[in-house]
């Protein structure tokens, strides 16, 4: 969101020493600008884009303080950071006003999330294969046969360091991939309008309408700022008329604290399991050791999931109401000079006027933005990048520790690992998020106003009522899920005379309880919106 100097008009097109033009003389001009500006791009010299690796770098410090708030030497290089570009893959419009770490958060997701959770398969794989066929770190690493006891004994090796190098290579990975990202290209006005050239300052303001023209998708980073700042609607209005068809790609950054949130709990989960499961074991008695850790684990998985769907919901509440009472007349600028423009370039792009576009706002956008954004639920990358410590628990050590079992128990496990990491996990994570919304939706109405997430937690039914719901997630997890496909079925890999069965039968078990999982799964993700980004070095 650019600003421009005090008094300064926002896009003018007369001599500065010349007598002010009249409302309606701006208003032409203007409105035959953005016409042009949508077939005619800007000149080549302000023509500039930022790479994601650039307006990233220094953990986004080019969001956290408005530039006009800089030292002189600091908003000199700025600018330099930019560079001349073709086509613009995002234009990124957000308010001043925002927490520049949500935004950094947002566009790290945004930019990093699928490269994440790929890279922590791979390096939880990898670690399993180095710790069995390389080299064995044997502190911390522990070979036990009573994990199944009384029912059972199979020899497993479990180790703690697969499932870090998972983690750790996942979370390095959002460090990695948006500094490898030279040819994506934002346009963020901090760094793509000089800071220090009145001149060219202007002239980047002026051709506002030309960079939303270059770029391919809107970026709105929103948050309860966003549509009560006028030039944020004047963003939106000019993407709007340039690219009636292309959908706005309106980014909560309340999103990234969810995730955040889930990373969190589930880190603290699997960390637990990670450590403790063998001793739980020694402690408990075999089989009961794994279901106390698992079942304590994955309360702590779930309860994040369900705190994380109370903060969505009530943001979309919010979200509802200010777009319900939507009226550009209303939003804020720091220059009346660049109010009257705005307006008048709003009213003449728009058919019908502000009234339309207000209308515009309240209906079909609001449509739009809430299927794409808040619809059928936290979308299932995002949702397996607050998982990514739960995949790499499943899959490294998970492989790791049966690569000493008969056969057959290691084709059931390799049958139930990914299916527990990226189907039943996620679905009963999206099960508690579903649970958080409806305990959001019950605080909000008993409170008759809109709520904050602390206000919702401090209250003892819906702190409870959290409580609960990562207690069903852990009973449907550990209980129901890793009773049946990993202990029942390696049950009957390693004792199938105790029911008249042979070994491979488990394998058929195996497929069926996994199978439906994994239709579930399919059922319940293919209604939450999907990001629709490139992903480009």
């Keep these: 969101?650019?600003?421009?100097?005090?008094?300064?008009?926002?896009?003018?097109?007369?001599?500065?020493?010349?007598?002010?033009?009249?409302?309606?003389?701006?208003?032409?001009?203007?409105?035959?600008?953005?016409?042009?500006?949508?077939?005619?791009?800007?000149?080549?010299?302000?023509?500039?884009?930022?790479?994601?690796?650039?307006?990233?770098?220094?953990?986004?410090?080019?969001?956290?303080?408005?530039?006009?708030?800089?030292?002189?030497?600091?908003?000199?290089?700025?600018?330099?950071?930019?560079?001349?570009?073709?086509?613009?893959?995002?234009?990124?419009?957000?308010?001043?006003?925002?927490?520049?770490?949500?935004?950094?958060?947002?566009?790290?997701?945004?930019?990093?999330?699928?490269?994440?959770?790929?890279?922590?398969?791979?390096?939880?794989?990898?670690?399993?294969?180095?710790?069995?066929?390389?080299?064995?770190?044997?502190?911390?690493?522990?070979?036990?046969?009573?994990?199944?006891?009384?029912?059972?004994?199979?020899?497993?090796?479990?180790?703690?360091?697969?499932?870090?190098?998972?983690?750790?290579?996942?979370?390095?990975?959002?460090?990695?991939?948006?500094?490898?990202?030279?040819?994506?290209?934002?346009?963020v006005d901090g760094l793509c309008i000089s800071q220090t050239d009145p001149t060219l300052k202007l002239q980047g303001i002026r051709h506002l309408g030309g960079f939303v023209a270059l770029s391919r998708s809107l970026l709105v980073m929103w948050d309860e700022q966003y549509l009560s700042r006028l030039w944020c609607v004047y963003e939106l209005a000019v993407f709007r008329a340039v690219h009636p068809h292309r959908p706005v790609r309106l980014l909560p950054m309340r999103l990234s604290i969810a995730v955040a949130i889930i990373c969190v709990t589930m880190l603290v989960g699997t960390g637990f399991y990670a450590v403790g499961y063998p001793s739980l074991c020694a402690s408990l008695g075999g089989i009961a050791g794994f279901f106390v850790a698992a079942y304590l684990a994955s309360v702590l998985f779930y309860l994040g999931c369900t705190i994380a769907g109370v903060d969505l919901a009530l943001q979309r509440r919010v979200l509802e109401a200010q777009f319900d009472g939507f009226d550009a007349r209303e939003a804020s600028c720091y220059n009346e000079s660049d109010r009257v423009e705005i307006y008048a370039a709003i009213e003449r792009i728009t058919d019908g006027g502000l009234d339309a576009f207000n209308a515009m706002v309240r209906t079909t956008l609001k449509e739009e933005v809430l299927r794409r954004s808040f619809g059928g639920g936290l979308p299932y990358v995002y949702l397996m990048t607050g998982l990514l410590p739960l995949i790499a628990l499943a899959l490294g050590p998970g492989v790791a520790q049966l690569s000493e079992a008969p056969f057959?128990?290691?084709?059931?496990?390799?049958?139930?690992?990914?299916?527990?990491?990226?189907?039943?996990?996620?679905?009963?994570?999206?099960?508690?998020?579903?649970?958080?919304?409806?305990?959001?939706?019950?605080?909000?109405?008993?409170?008759?106003?809109?709520v904050k997430l602390a206000e919702v937690l401090r209250t003892p039914a819906s702190r409870n009522a959290v409580l609960r719901s990562a207690a069903r997630g852990a009973f449907w997890l550990a209980g129901v899920h890793c009773g049946i496909s990993y202990f029942l079925v390696q049950f009957i890999a390693n004792r199938p005379d105790y029911f008249g069965l042979r070994s491979v039968d488990s394998v058929w078990l195996a497929i069926v309880s996994n199978g439906y999982c994994v239709v579930r799964a399919y059922l319940t993700f293919r209604a939450t919106p999907v990001p629709e980004h490139e992903h480009r070095l």
Aim: glycine share 8%; net charge positive.
């Design 408 to 450: 057959i128990s290691r084709v059931d496990w390799y049958i139930y690992g990914p299916t527990f990491a990226f189907c039943t996990g996620p679905l009963v994570g999206a099960w508690c998020v579903d649970d958080g919304s409806a305990i959001a939706v019950r605080a909000s109405s008993a409170a008759g106003t809109a």
């Design 1 to 187: 969101m650019p600003s421009s100097a005090p008094g300064e008009p926002l896009l003018a097109t007369r001599d500065v020493n010349a007598p002010p033009a009249s409302g309606d003389h701006l208003a032409d001009a203007l409105a035959k600008y953005i016409a042009a500006a949508a077939a005619l791009h800007p000149p080549r010299r302000i023509r500039r884009g930022a790479s994601v690796a650039s307006a990233l770098s220094k953990y986004g410090q080019i969001f956290t303080t408005n530039p006009d708030k800089l030292p002189y030497e600091q908003r000199a290089r700025l600018f330099g950071r930019s560079e001349v570009v073709e086509q613009i893959d995002a234009f990124v419009s957000h308010s001043w006003g925002s927490p520049g770490y949500m935004k950094y958060m947002t566009l790290l997701l945004e930019e990093a999330a699928p490269y994440a959770i790929v890279t922590n398969c791979l390096a939880s794989l990898l670690a399993a294969f180095f710790q069995g066929h390389v080299y064995e770190i044997s502190f911390g690493t522990t070979r036990m046969t009573y994990g199944f006891e009384p029912f059972f004994t199979l020899l497993q090796v479990w180790s703690p360091w697969i499932w870090f190098a998972g983690v750790a290579a996942g979370y390095v990975t959002f460090l990695v991939v948006p500094a490898l990202k030279r040819r994506r290209f934002y346009f």
